[in-house]
């Protein structure tokens, strides 16, 4: 894919947000691995300001993080384009009391109404505040507007009155005389190209994108993130739509974060797969030369409200196995085999890393948060051990909690997993020490305790109250 310039990754900060020295690892790493530009979704993170102030999370960056960010990028020659919802997946926006009024349906604070007015003069000032924010210490070549999954259009009473008053029979008129406004805005206002996600314009027809001068105006980046087998975007009838309509087109895979909402490790053989399947696509409609660039995203979260998958340090050789299949247009032992000599490990990284058991040998220095990684591999062990221990039979048999209440238990059966169960907590509450120590190194409190509780606390929970329990049984035959 040579003819394709552009590697973006894109870093999603609604959820697990780097601490700036993460940052300062980070971006040396993606540079030496050809990535050009990092599509950064800040969502809370960002510092806004005035009007807009209480759009900023607790942990959100200050401008002294910002500079630092936007030099270190800089520094190593990565672009930055700024990633900016304005339309769907506004739950950040919103969910703040003084938004509320902008959302499409009250109960939702998925997409905002295009035709409040105010929905508009937010959007607008949202993307002043990041633009010239970023323009302080670079020159921004485009910034991307979002657009995508905009569930919720055409519902309320103003919106329903406005396609009447306008004699509009298709709800998608709303979308895109919206976007129009907004990419009109970014354009006269700043220069700088538009890029949005396609997903809302696939079943609108050429002419009518046309029609609305918005294919004029912005650059569509066509997302998908299914493996090959599953692979939905074929349709040669798209694409030569895309290519009429527009002077640019972007694609976008995944390494992470679009598979399974509460995932911990990526599931490497998926994301090379869409990646592979992109490359196939990519043939067959000849877009090489109309394609500006990849953009390899690594979702956070699935949206602002949902739990953390995969956590960055635990991607890193996803995101490397997928950048160097779709660069070779194959995956292979070769390519495993590079990406473990770029990481230093001497051992063949498999595309199952779920399953990897040597990785001492990794270098911290070309892999940020290898160590964390380890931890989380090591997690996964650990963690079907317990679900091992759940499905012994005495503790399922003959340890119920009907059975407990009524002191009617075996030490018979109880000896049969209490030690295993002690063990096993005492491994947990170590690993979990582990764990956040090595987590308050790139992230903050505020996540860490959000893996923790999500992840740890369940399991040591549960553990806990088996040996608790067991103890406590066995004291009462001891003492009967």
Not at 328 to 333: I, L, V, W
Not at 361 to 389: M, R
Not at 396 to 423: C, D, M, W
Request: some cysteine; proline content about 3%.
């Amino acid at each position: 894919m040579d003819t394709i310039g552009h590697r973006l990754v894109h870093i999603d900060l609604k959820g697990a947000p780097f601490r700036s020295g993460y940052w300062q690892q980070l971006i040396p790493c993606l540079s030496r691995l050809g990535i050009t530009g990092l599509l950064i979704e800040y969502e809370d993170m960002f510092p806004y300001e005035r009007s807009l102030s209480d759009l900023r999370c607790g942990d959100a960056y200050d401008w002294q993080d910002m500079e630092a960010i936007i030099t270190a990028a800089n520094k190593h020659q990565l672009k930055i384009v700024p990633l900016i919802q304005t339309f769907g997946h506004m739950e950040f926006v919103l969910k703040v009391s003084a938004f509320r009024e902008l959302r499409e349906v009250d109960a939702y604070p998925n997409a905002l109404c295009p035709t409040n007015d105010r929905s508009l003069d937010t959007v607008q000032e949202m993307l002043r505040q990041m633009i010239a924010g970023h323009q302080r210490w670079t020159q921004l070549d485009a910034i991307h507007i979002g657009c995508d999954e905009v569930w919720h259009l055409g519902h309320c009473q103003r919106c329903r009155q406005y396609l009447t008053d306008h004699c509009l029979a298709d709800k998608s008129q709303l979308f895109l005389r919206y976007v129009r406004k907004v990419a009109e805005f970014v354009r006269k206002t700043f220069d700088i190209r538009v890029i949005i996600w396609d997903d809302m314009m696939r079943h609108i027809d050429d002419q009518t994108l046309a029609d609305s001068g918005l294919n004029r105006l912005v650059e569509p980046m066509v997302w998908h993130y299914l493996d090959a087998q599953c692979f939905q975007l074929r349709d040669p009838e798209l694409w030569s739509k895309y290519k009429h309509s527009f002077d640019r087109i972007w694609i976008a895979s995944a390494f992470k974060g679009a598979a399974k909402m509460n995932q911990m490790l990526p599931s490497v053989d998926h994301y090379v797969s869409n990646h592979l399947a992109w490359v196939r696509v990519i043939e067959d409609n000849q877009l090489a030369e109309r394609v500006a660039g990849l953009a390899l995203t690594g979702w956070q979260r699935f949206d602002h409200m949902t739990t953390l998958c995969e956590l960055m340090p635990n991607s890193m050789i996803s995101l490397m196995m997928c950048l160097f299949a779709f660069n070779e247009r194959d995956f292979n032992e070769d390519i495993q085999r590079n990406v473990s000599t770029f990481i230093g490990n001497k051992q063949l990284i498999p595309i199952d890393i779920n399953s990897a058991t040597d990785l001492e040998a990794i270098d911290s220095d070309v892999y940020p948060g290898v160590n964390l990684f380890k931890l989380c591999n090591e997690w996964q062990f650990l963690v079907k051990e317990f679900n091992e221990l759940k499905s012994n039979q005495s503790l399922e048999g003959a340890f119920t909690s009907y059975q407990i209440s009524l002191n009617r238990t075996n030490p018979l059966h109880i000896e049969a997993f209490l030690l295993k169960a002690r063990v096993l907590l005492f491994r947990v509450q170590q690993m979990r020490l582990q764990i956040e120590t090595e987590m308050k190194k790139m992230f903050y409190d505020t996540t860490v305790e959000e893996w923790i509780h999500t992840n740890v606390k369940p399991i040591s929970k549960k553990l806990d109250k088996i040996v608790t329990n067991g103890d406590q049984q066995l004291a009462t035959h001891i003492n009967s």
